[in-house]
Structures are given as structure tokens and as C-alpha cells.
């Protein structure tokens, strides 16, 4: 079982957090300190996996992490999962992140804190390993926040207009729109991306 | 407006300001800002509201007042608020929160919503914060959504059912036939959830378990689709068709194949075939052939098949990535105890990892090197665990010097190779061994008579370089105190002698007793160690008895203590001086470790001074008591006891918290108080043969009675034996005899106890029947017991 999922910085400032057992909010966040202090101290080129600090469980817990540029992330795990499976999770949790965002980076998991949570949402469940594909997931999630964008009604308009003239192909529209006897030429406008 | 936006504003906001305490400002607005919004009736802005708390407690600061909002935003039909809702349960709600059984009725709605994408939302919550109680009343809900819905929800569903399982194991039969028809499902995202599930029940009951062999043939089929089948876009990771799968497959079929030959059998052909044709280039082919090898240990494999899982294993641990060698050590600790010769093949490559830079390396490599310790390889072992210890991690510094003590105890080729190997742990880790390793050593050190010149020498030395370790100076000063005259007699046999003058050893103490360094406990060491020279050493007794009559004066009040009792040793029990500090007698091992009041008396009884060489054993009562106050070396405060105030030793060895071995001398006194005998009462007498019976014990309604019979015939008597009868509603208990054979003339007797309970207090009366062979004839006879003598306690 995963019992936590934690995403921080070089400086150690939590930029997910996400616990799947219960404790209270000051030990959460000294775990996420603890945790940072452990993780940093370690090298680059040392093994990914560390002994779990004594807040989050001690020894029968471990440790995964992974770190991309400036940001660490690491799962707590305990002794039912396989470890080098955990290490590949998190790429693929990375890989569908950068799908998602669009070569996502920090300032990404900054503002749309609640996207990456719907995000790992669909990848662990309950502490457990739900779906590993990368393509289903972001399937999920795109029909997921279609249907979020379909009740944002009148106040996302504004949106909505700017993603659909975004999906205009206008390479496709038709020259001239006759109705009666009102003919109008479209202009022949650059494509808008 | 989607909620993110406002959202993003605040966060810009906070990450603008520029110390900490800004920060706390700008939080502290805004968390007031939204608790106004949250009392006003029905807004349009609530999941914005909800999204910039969840953000602010993600950061650290209290945000409880949103969970009624939460419980209010789930009940909102609209999805993106539901969707902020839910994701405020669970980072806000648990268990142990009131407003958490309130979402109940909510998810339950949730859960038959049409839209799948709510239905997830629920079950995703369900599943991450669910107490026993919904739980239990949600349970229906999700068995019927296993069954019959789309194979995403389905997906969602097992492992909701999962964690009900977890928080209530009695819902598992429910889920059992579900579970197993999921089996046959092709969406690899089901078909993983099912068999977490079936793992789940599995390992919480045997029944099922049993039930789920039969599942066997079936996840054999599954696995073999998977490794055989050619490139699959949807799953293949790194050229493994679903690695995530097959692990879980594994682990599974580890559960199912442990201690049954059917099972194992079956899975053989498949565990060889995923061992022979995963590539493990890369780490998703490494973790499937890890969970092969771990699975092919746990289930009764042919042997064939063990050999190759452990030479799988000997090449990760040739592999250059840190984390294959990091796993494979995890596993061989697992099958160390099991297949220890298979490991020991790798004996070197482990010891190699050592020293290795990463510290979780080192920490499974000693982990490893300690477990693989035998009588062969001590010596090699020690020598690279030594080495070690001089350069690891300070983390790890304790563990790797209890596991060396523990080695070199089990395993020591020779005892002065122990005592060198001891010394060596205490001189470079001698911070942080743990406190039993100091009298573990003195008493090891007394043990080995042969050895005291030999290794006061090499202790005195070690005193003399360096006195900032303290175990080590408490030992070095115990064994000068003791064993002093052998380093002034400047002769030793195995190294080579110090020619020392006793102004040198006193030097040698004095400077522990004042040094900063010294702990109090080491200085009562000193102290003591300076006193029992006095008997030791001929010319500097006047420095001795300056010494002590210094710390009389001492801050610290069990050096006081002890200074004061040694000067009135000085003063007024000169006499006695000799005999109170001579040497100590070999310790008794079994005694090590019990408490005064009970081993004192036990302990001693076994102990003999057993050397010849060695000294006689102090006797005399009086001084006893001081005896035990100087042994007392270990010890907190005693109480004082003066020279000349022979209290019992009772007393004195209560005192002691600690030091348990070295009070035996005074243990010696305590006569056991053997319980009184009670009133024997002659019952039957015929022919020679007499039956006494005697009572003890009277708890209110049970008794114990010991029947004693004599022989004083001339002939002997054998297959005694005795039969007992008690009126109803006494219940009786005979214990085995202590024999059956008289010998005659009342040389030996045979007893035999027999338990009384007599809950209505009948009056008690017993009918034995005595039966034996004398003289080539059986005889036997009744014999009724109508007054039971008083007990005698």
C-alpha cells in the first residue's frame, strides 16, 4: 500500500501532498519536512530508495523517489509493494503529467494544484495502484474536464470561446456564405493557433 | 469562471511575499475572507473558495472550518463543484471527523448517479477515507457496481472494495464470488484491481485462500498471454508487455503456490519460462525478474528451478545500477535464512558493497555480512566488519556493533580473539554501544582467568592513549582495580609487558577522575578501581587514602558516598580492608541480567568458587554488605550503608537497581528462608510402610496436600503407588510422585502432592489406597482420612 505521495522542491516547499492514511496536519507537514531532509541529503548518483523516517512508519516503510530538475518526487510505500515497480509509476505518472500540461514544469504544478490531484487521482486509488496506461488516464481526465466545462455555463464562455476559436480549422471554411440574397466572402485570414 | 482562475490569483499572491511572516499575513486575510463567504447562504464563488483552502492547507496552515462546506459542495449537483467537494473530503475528513458520516447518504446517491465520472468521484473518496461504517453500509452498493457497469467503473469499484476489506475483513465472503468472476475480465486496469482484491482476501482468510487455488491454471493462462504476447501499445513499458500486471500475477500466485505442492507444481513451467525470457536490460525487466525470484523462494519449487532464482539474483548484485543491487540484497535477506549455503556463494560481493558510497547499500550489506556470519568465516567476516565500522555511517554505527558483539559471542574462535575483537569495538565505536556491552565484557573478562595479564596490559594501554570513550575506560578501570598487581609484576606471557610503577597506574586513574570527559558512572569506576588497589599495591597507600578523602568532599553524591565509605574503610575497618577488596570470584552466567531480589539467593546456591587459583569468596556477614555496595558498581544510589551497620542484605541488595551480577558475593548471606514444614500426620503405619500427610497452603477453597510414605522395614518396596477418592463436589488432582520404589529401612521416601478444590467447603474426607510389592507379593490397602490436620503456615 502507498501511504503517502509527496512532491516538493529543492528547498523543500510541498507542492503535492497527498496522504492515504490518516494523520494529523502538524504531523503532516513534519513528515513532509522529515522527508525532505532525508532525500536531500542523498547524492546523485546513489540508489532511489531510503528507509522511511520514524514519523511515517520507520523501517517497515520505504522510501521511493525520483528527482526531475527541482523537484522530488516520492512515494511512501510499505512492504507489500514491489519497489522497482513504485520507481516506474512515478515515470509514468511524470510522463502523463507532461502530456497533460504540455512539457509541464513547476510553476504548472503550482497553479493547477487541483489538475494534478484529479491527475493522481486516477492513478492511485485508496493507496493502490489503479491504472498504469498512460493513454487511458489522460482520457479520463480530458472527458472529465470536458464535462466541468459543460457546466461552467455563462461564466465560461469566455473560455469556451477561446478554445473553440483555438480548435478552428480555418483552412476549412467555406469562401463564400450565401443565405438569400446576402453573399458574404470570407477574407483569407492566417491560421490562428 | 472556472475556479482555478481566483485560484491562481491567490496563489500568485502568496508566493509574492517575500518572508514568512508576509505570508502568514496575506494567508490569515484571505482564510478570513473565505470563512465570510462560507457563512453566506448560497454563493456562486463556493469551489473557488473550498480550491484556495485546500491550496492553504497543503501549505501547513489549519483549515478545518471548510469541512462543512465540503459536506455541503458534494451535495451540489453540479460536477465541478462536487469534484472541489470531493477532493476537500479527502484532504480534510477522516474517520475521526463527525461531519464524515454526513457525506454517507451523498455518496451513496452518487454512487447510482448516471454519469460515471460521479460515480468515480464517490468510490475515489470512499475509497481514501472511508470509515468501518460506511463502509459497511456501502458495501451492496459496491458489490452490484463489481458486477454489472462499464469497465472503468468496475476498475474503480475493486479497489474500493479493497479497502473495505481492509477496514472491515468480515465484508470479504461478500466480495469473494465477484472477485473471482472478475478474473476473466481483459481490461488489464480490472484485471489488475481483481487481483489486488483477490490478494486482499486472500491473505486475510484461509478459506478463501483455499478457495482461490483453484484459480491457479486460470492465472497461469493470464501470465502466459502476457510474456509470450508480442508488442502491445497500451501497455508494453520498456519492451515488457505490462510489467505492473505481472507483478501483481506474482505476488498472487506466491500467496497461493506458499506450502501446497499442487499449486507450486503447476506454476513451475510458468516461473521458469518468465525467468528465462524477461530481459532485464532495463528496470521494468528487472522488477519482474525480482518478483519471479522472490515467488520461486516462497513456494516448494523444484530444486532446478531455486538454482537459477538465486543465480538471477548473483547477477544483480554484479549489476553496475545502485537500485538492482539495492533489491537483490533485500531479497537474499530474505532467503538467507533458508537457502544459506545458495547465499553464501556470494559472500564476497556482499562484503564488497560495504563499501560502497550509498548509504542504503551499506545498511542492507551489513544487514546481510551479520546474517551471513558462520564458524567458518569469523575471522574473514570480522576482519571486513571491523574495517567497516571504523568508516560507516554514524546511522548506522550502533547496529553494526551489537551485530558484531552478537557474532563474535555466538561464534569466537578463541576467547582471547573475543576479548582483542571487543576491545577493537570499543576503542573506534565506543560512543554508541549499548550500556548491557560494559558488564557483558567484565563478566567475559572475568571468565577467562588466563587472560587477566594479558588483557589489563593491553587495557591499560588503551586507558593511557585515549579516555574519551566511556565504556571502554569504565572496563580498562574496572580490570586495573582488579587485576593491578599482574601489570606491576611487569611480566606477561602473550604480550608484551609495560613496565608501569604504581605511581603510573594512579596517575592513570587520577586523570579519569578529573577529566571533563568522564561520566559520573565511569568516575565511580576510578573510584572504586583506586580503592581496591590499596590491597593491591605496597608503597603509595597514603596517595590512595588522599585520594579518597578528596572526593568526601565531592558535588556529586554517590562519589561523596562511596569516598566516605572508603575513608571510614581506612579509618576505623582497617582490619577487614583486605578481605572486603579481594578479588571476585568467576561470575555465574545464568544469574546475568535478573533482578536482586529474587536471583540472589537462587544464583548463588549454583555458584561454587570453583578455581582454585581464585581467592576464597568473602563469607563473613559484615562485611558482605559493604562487599555488595562496592560491587555496586553499576548501581544508582544505595543506600547508605556504614561499615559496622550490618543490615541484612536484603537491604542492601534492594538499594541496587542495576548492578545485578556483581552482587552475588552478597546474595551469598541471604539464607533462603525455606518454608516453614507443616504438621506431618502419621495416617496409616502397617507392616513397616507409613503414610504421613501434610497440608499447606489453605486459599479459600483449595488445598495442597503432601503425602509422605516411609519404609522401615527390612525389605525393599517398589511400584508404590497411591490412589486417591474425595467425596462429590471436591474436586481432586494428583500430581505425578517423585517415585515408586521404598528402599528400606526409611532411607528415602516417596511424596506426592495432591490439590484439593472444595467450593462448597464439604467437610473433607479422602480414601487412599496404597498399593505395593514387597517381598514378591502385591499388597494392597484402604486407609480413610476423616480430619485433615491444620495447615502449619
Known amino acids: 500500500m502507498i501511504k503517502a505521495i509527496l512532491i516538493f522542491n529543492n528547498h523543500g516547499k510541498p507542492r503535492l501532498s497527498k496522504f492515504y492514511e490518516h494523520y494529523s496536519e502538524d504531523t503532516e507537514q513534519q513528515i513532509i519536512r ?14 532511489n530508495f531510503l528507509e522511511g523516517g520514524m514519523l511515517i512508519g520507520g523501517s517497515e516503510n520505504k522510501l521511493i523517489y525520483r528527482h526531475y530538475a527541482t523537484l522530488y518526487f516520492v512515494f511512501c510505500v510499505d512492504s507489500s509493494e514491489s519497489e522497482l515497480g513504485i520507481l516506474d509509476l512515478i515515470q509514468v505518472f511524470v510522463e502523463t503529467l507532461d502530456k497533460c500540461f504540455e512539457n509541464v514544469c513547476e510553476l504548472d504544478l503550482i497553479f493547477h494544484v487541483d489538475k494534478v490531484h484529479n491527475i493522481l487521482a486516477e492513478m492511485v486509488m485508496g493507496g493502490m495502484v489503479l491504472e498504469t496506461n498512460m493513454n487511458e488516464i489522460i482520457m479520463q481526465v480530458d472527458a472529465q474536464n470536458k464535462m466541468e466545462k459543460s457546466e461552467a455555463g455563462i461564466a465560461g464562455a469566455p473560455a469556451r470561446a477561446v478554445s473553440a476559436v483555438k480548435n478552428m480549422n480555418l483552412p476549412e471554411m467555406p469562401r463564400n456564405i450565401n443565405i438569400g440574397d446576402i453573399s458574404i466572402k470570407v477574407p483569407n485570414l492566417p491560421s490562428f493557433k | 469562471m472556472s475556479p482555478t482562475v481566483r485560484l491562481q490569483e491567490m496563489i500568485r499572491v502568496i508566493r509574492s511575499a517575500r518572508t514568512q511572516g508576509e505570508e502568514r499575513g496575506v494567508i490569515q486575510r484571505e482564510c478570513a475572507a473565505i470563512r465570510a463567504q462560507f457563512r453566506q447562504a448560497d454563493n456562486g464563488g463556493r469551489s473557488h473558495n473550498l480550491a484556495k483552502l485546500l491550496y492553504v492547507h497543503m501549505l501547513g496552515y489549519p483549515a478545518h472550518f471548510g469541512q462543512m462546506e465540503c459536506v455541503r459542495l458534494i451535495a451540489s449537483p453540479r460536477y465541478n463543484e462536487k469534484r472541489v467537494g470531493y477532493l476537500g473530503a479527502m484532504m480534510l475528513l477522516d474517520e475521526n471527523q463527525d461531519a464524515s458520516l454526513l457525506i454517507t447518504n451523498s455518496i451513496k446517491n452518487d454512487l447510482a448517479h448516471s454519469s460515471q465520472y460521479v460515480q468515480s468521484l464517490a468510490l475515489c473518496t470512499l475509497a481514501c477515507m472511508g470509515s468501518a461504517e460506511m463502509c459497511r453500509d ?172 538465486v543465480n538471477i539474483l548473483g547477477r544483480f548484485l554484479l549489476n553496475n545500477d545502485r537500485n538492482i543491487r539495492y533489491i537483490s540484497m533485500t531479497s537474499l535477506q530474505k532467503i538467507v535464512m533458508t537457502d544459506h549455503n545458495a547465499v553464501q556463494r556470494h559472500r564476497g560481493t556482499i562484503v564488497d558493497c560495504l563499501k560502497d558510497q550509498d548509504a542504503s547499500v551499506k545498511r542492507r550489506a551489513l544487514e546481510l555480512s551479520l546474517a551471513l556470519v558462520s564458524a567458518i568465516n569469523i575471522r574473514s567476516m570480522m576482519k571486513e566488519l571491523l574495517l567497516f565500522l571504523s568508516t560507516c555511517p554514524p546511522e548506522l554505527k550502533s547496529h553494526a556493533a551489537s551485530g558484531i558483539f552478537n557474532a563474535a559471542e555466538r561464534y569466537a574462535p578463541s576467547q582471547r580473539w573475543h576479548i582483542d575483537t571487543i576491545l577493537h569495538v570499543l576503542t573506534t565505536a565506543g560512543g554508541d554501544v549499548r550500556d548491557e556491552t560494559v558488564p557483558n565484557l567484565i563478566q567475559l573478562i572475568t571468565n577467562t582467568s588466563q587472560l587477566h595479564c594479558y ?61 571533563h570527559m568522564s561520566s559520573p558512572a565511569t568516575r565511580g569506576f576510578a573510584l572504586t578501581a583506586t580503592m581496591k588497589l590499596s590491597t593491591r599495591i605496597t608503597e603509595n597507600v597514603d596517595r590512595i587514602r588522599s585520594i579518597v578523602s578528596i572526593y568526601g568532599s565531592c558535588i556529586d553524591v554517590e562519589l561523596q558516598q562511596r569516598a566516605v565509605e572508603y575513608n571510614a574503610l581506612f579509618k576505623k575497618y ?183 478444590h472444595n467450593p462448597n467447603k464439604v467437610s473433607l474426607k479422602m480414601r487412599v489406597r496404597l498399593s505395593y510389592i514387597s517381598q514378591g507379593s502385591t499388597v494392597q490397602d484402604t486407609v480413610q482420612i476423616d480430619s485433615f490436620p491444620s495447615p502449619g503456615l
Open chain 1, 34 to 47: 522529515e522527508t525532505f531532509h532525508l532525500v536531500s541529503k542523498r547524492d546523485e548518483n546513489v540508489c
Open chain 2, 138 to 309: 456501502l458495501a451492496p452498493e459496491i458489490d452490484r457496481l463489481l458486477r454489472a457497469s462499464s469497465s472503468y467503473i468496475k476498475k474503480k469499484a475493486t479497489l474500493c472494495a479493497v479497502h473495505i476489506v481492509r477496514k472491515v475483513p468480515e465484508l470479504g465472503e461478500l466480495f469473494t464470488p465477484a472477485a473471482r468472476a472478475l478474473l476473466a475480465e481483459k481490461n488489464h486496469g480490472v484485471l489488475h484491481g481483481a487481483i489486488i482484491l483477490i490478494t486482499e482476501l486472500c491473505e486475510r482468510n484461509t478459506q478463501t485462500l483455499v478457495q482461490f487455488r483453484e484459480a491457479v491454471p486460470e492465472l497461469v493462462h493470464i501470465m502466459r498471454g502476457l510474456v509470450t504476447s508480442g508488442y502491445s501499445p497500451e501497455h508494453t513499458v520498456a519492451g515488457i508487455s505490462d510489467p505492473f500486471l505481472q507483478v501483481r500475477i506474482l505476488r498472487l500466485l506466491r500467496i497461493l503456490g506458499r506450502n501446497n505442492d499442487t499449486a507450486s507444481d503447476a506454476m513451475n513451467d510458468l516461473l521458469a519460462q518468465v525467468a528465462t525470457n524477461t530481459d532485464s536490460s532495463k528496470t521494468a525487466g528487472s522488477a519482474v525478474l525480482y518478483e519471479t525470484v522472490l515467488t520461486v523462494m516462497d513456494i516448494k519449487s523444484e530444486s532446478g528451478l531455486r538454482v537459477l532464482a
Open chain 2, 455 to 515: 588483557t589489563v596490559h593491553k587495557l591499560y594501554r588503551a586507558l593511557v592513549a585515549d579516555i574519551s570513550q566511556q565504556p571502554l575506560v569504565q572496563v580498562a578501570c574496572w580490570c586495573i582495580g582488579e587485576y593491578g598487581d599482574s601489570l606491576l609484576r611487569g611480566e606477561c606471557e602473550e604480550t608484551e609487558p609495560v613496565q608501569v610503577t604504581e605511581d603510573d597506574i594512579l596517575d592513570a586513574l587520577e586523570t579519569v577522575l578529573q577529566s
Open chain 2, 574 to 756: 582497617d582490619h577487614m580492608r583486605a578481605a572486603v577488596l579481594e578479588k571476585m570470584p568467576v561470575m555465574d552466567r545464568s544469574s546475568s541480567g535478573q533482578t536482586n531480589g529474587e536471583s540472589g539467593g537462587g544464583g548463588v546456591q549454583e555458584l561454587e568458587p570453583t578455581k582454585p587459583k581464585q581467592p576464597e569468596v568473602v563469607v563473613a556477614p559484615q562485611p558482605a554488605s559493604q562487599v555488595c555496595d562496592l560491587l555496586d558498581l553499576l548501581s544508582g544510589p544505595d543506600e547508605p550503608s556504614l561499615p559496622g551497620t550490618t543490615l541484612g542484605p536484603a537491604s542492601s541488595m534492594t538499594g541496587s537497581a542495576g548492578g545485578d551480577l556483581l552482587d552475588l558475593l552478597g546474595g551469598l548471606e541471604l539464607t533462603p528462608t525455606l518454608p516453614t514444614v507443616p504438621a506431618a500426620v502419621t495416617v496409616y503405619e502397617k507392616s513397616g510402610v507409613c503414610l504421613k500427610l501434610s497440608c499447606e497452603r489453605p486459599l479459600d477453597a483449595s488445598q495442597t496436600i503432601t503425602l509422605t510414605a516411609t519404609n522401615a522395614s527390612d525389605h525393599d518396596i517398589t511400584a508404590f503407588t497411591l490412589q486417591a477418592a474425595v467425596p462429590k463436589n471436591v474436586q481432586l488432582q494428583m500430581k505425578a510422585p517423585s517415585g515408586d520404589a521404598l528402599p528400606a529401612r526409611s532411607s528415602a521416601s516417596v511424596t506426592q502432592t495432591v490439590l484439593l
